[in-house]
């Protein structure tokens, strides 16, 4: 039931903030649950980033505290992701996904696409 739609540009600037931003619909980012934000390098395996609780409290991955801020806009049911001073390592697919009763990734976005060129 619930469904998530990541959207933001798909090129990005070394050196520029990376911005993405998840839809959700069927349920309420204020309501219950953890929403999160995971990447998938080229060739590489899932890089589960960070996350924003129901109540606003967020936490991130250690090793990419220093460059990420995951934000929300409840009035729009959405969270956002923010990934500064990017470079072409952060070439990516980036998905969001909400952890929901038992611990789970139950639903996942279809992921989108962002390359970090110049």
């Known amino acids: 039931q619930v469904q998530l739609q990541e959207s933001g540009p798909d090129l990005v600037k070394p050196s520029q903030t990376l911005s993405l931003t998840c839809t959700v619909s069927?349920?309420?980012?204020?309501?219950?649950?953890?929403w999160n934000w995971i990447r998938q390098p080229p060739g590489k395996g899932l890089e589960w980033m960070g996350v924003i609780a129901y109540d606003g409290k967020t936490a991130y991955s250690p090793s990419l505290k220093s460059h990420t801020s995951i934000s929300r806009d409840t009035s729009k049911n959405q969270f956002s992701l923010q990934l500064f001073s990017v470079t072409p390592e952060d070439t990516a697919v980036y998905y969001c996904?909400?952890?929901?009763?038992?611990?789970?990734?139950?639903?996942w976005g279809q992921g989108t696409q962002v390359t970090v060129s110049s």
């Open positions: 069927g349920g309420s980012i204020t309501s219950n649950y953890l």
């Open positions: 996904a909400v952890i929901g009763d038992g611990g789970n990734f139950n639903f």
